[in-house]
């Protein structure tokens, strides 16, 4: 198959290029940099055919897309900035990339009869409760202008196709890019002791695990709505700092607090991002490792261990 991933200049869409092409079928990758702007690590995505895409220009979406003309578009790009997305001057542009650009690439799809993958995420829900959250859960009310937004983004592709899959995640980590594992362990380097907040809980999500699971899906015709995370049980983030220094060797003191006690952020974040997993096994795919494991395999990538 052709396969066109946008935002492969992040962590899910370089691993899901390097998976696809090691499947043997065709990686297209798009940013909206002139050129591939990710980790050159060397790696099949690097030396990879690559398009410039502004997913919130629409006539240059159906430009791009139909000269590619996939059989797949797996839709990785995304503003996943939450806090900054609450700035007044930001929510404009939010909405354009998450909300707007998401339509404008299933526009596409529906005219090239292409399947699409779309990136969600636990925050179109509350985070309220402690019961995992099902994938065919209609029940929305997102905390913040970035759950709002892909939320909306959702509903675009719901809407607009019937060849979709909808798969949402959480506590991302990969090696193209920032995140929590690396600022913890950055912080653990220089600091004695290190506040984390214990009452959002969660499982993360490891992009070389996930993107693995994406080309099984679209491999398939069993769209729909999924969840995906990593094995292993549900945890709090002081839990996952707690693995994370323990596996890397860190004696840095962790603190667990309350999301109050630690402070308030500007946007609002989910206390349950438990999400119910189990549509995937009912339809034949495999879950992802345990996040423990799949922590020691990134630590090793990343040279922590």
Known sequence: ????????????????????????????GSDIAPEYSGVADGSAVTTAEYVPMDITDAAQVSEVITKV???????????????????????AKVKAINADGTQNIANVCKQLDCKMVYISTDYVFDGQGETPWEPDCKDYKPLNVYGETKLAGELAVSNTLDKYFIVRIAWVFGVNGKNFIKTMLNVGKTHD??????????????????ARLLVDMVETDKYGYYHATNEGGYISWYDFTKEIYAQAGLSTKVTPVTTAEYGISKAARPFNSRLDK????????????????????????????
């Open 1 to 28: 198959m052709k396969i066109l991933v946008t935002g492969v200049g992040g962590q899910l869409g370089h691993d899901v290029m390097n998976e696809l092409i090691g499947r043997g079928h065709t990686g297209v």
């Open 278 to 305: 189990s549509k995937l096994t009912a339809n034949g795919f495999t879950p992802l490792p345990t996040w423990q494991d799949a922590l020691h395999r990134f630590l090793k990538e990343i040279g922590e261990i």
């Open 193 to 210: 002791e290190v506040r984390v907040v214990n009452d959002q809980i969660g499982t993360p999500t490891y992009t070389l695990d996930l």
């Open 69 to 91: 003309s996939p059989d797949v578009v797996i839709h990785c790009a995304a503003w996943t900035a939450v806090d900054a997305a609450e700035d007044d001057d930001k929510k």
